[in-house]
């Protein structure tokens, strides 16, 4: 069973620039062939008249981890540390073929059971010469301080490590279930990190797993 999971609809088919944009998202994502990542089964495109849609056609799986959020679901500490395994695995893979994500959230990762996959690569970034950038995107919610700073200053950016923010920032979400925000955009992170997790009923290496991630 597969699903349109994601599409690029562009009103004019002679703008190449957006068409081979959508191509090379779909080229990034099949790179990244990993168990732990959403498989993409196919790429078309469909042209009518003056508009084209490009579809990335991937696996069918059974919900995002944002549905658990919104639903209150409380995450055993093994769920959280299979969750936080089988991501970074995905994560550190992709990292070792020059793919960065950069739109690391609950809303891009999917449980079917207790298997969790990374999707959604639309923002993703090819390392080439440098693992750095000045290109801003992604959710701001799970945004590291850098990428918050190359924002503002128009700064540089390690948009791998940055990732490894975004996942952190994730896994405390599914702690807490409460937006991370508040925390990451904190003066003082580390403190804030603290304080939030430690009322929560997990073990300390658990706790300090998230603080690792935004150090």
Request: charged fraction near 25%.
């Amino acid at each position: 069973m597969v699903k349109r999971h994601d599409f690029h609809f562009i009103q004019k088919p002679e703008s190449q620039q957006l068409i081979c944009k959508s191509l090379n998202t779909a080229l990034a994502q099949a790179k990244v062939h990993h168990p732990n990542v959403c498989e993409l089964l196919e790429v078309q495109l469909e042209i009518h008249e003056s508009n084209c849609t490009v579809f990335h056609i991937l696996e069918s799986l059974e919900r995002s981890v944002n549905q658990d959020i919104e639903e209150r679901k409380q995450y055993t500490e093994p769920e959280l540390r299979k969750f936080l395994c089988q991501t970074s695995g995905a994560l550190a893979f992709a990292h070792s073929k020059g793919v960065a994500h950069r739109d690391v959230k609950p809303q891009n990762i999917f449980r079917t059971k207790d298997t969790y996959k990374v999707g959604d690569f639309d923002c993703y970034f090819l390392k080439r010469d440098s693992s750095v950038t000045k290109s801003f995107t992604g959710d701001r919610r799970y945004m590291s301080p850098q990428v918050r700073e190359a924002y503002i200053y128009g700064s540089q950016y390690n948009a791998f490590k940055a990732d490894v923010f975004a996942l952190g920032a994730s896994l405390l979400q599914l702690m807490t279930l409460n937006s991370p925000e508040t925390v990451v955009t904190s003066d003082s992170l580390d403190e804030a990190v603290s304080i939030e997790v430690e009322r929560l009923p997990w073990s300390a290496q658990l706790k300090q797993l998230v603080g690792n991630a935004g150090s």
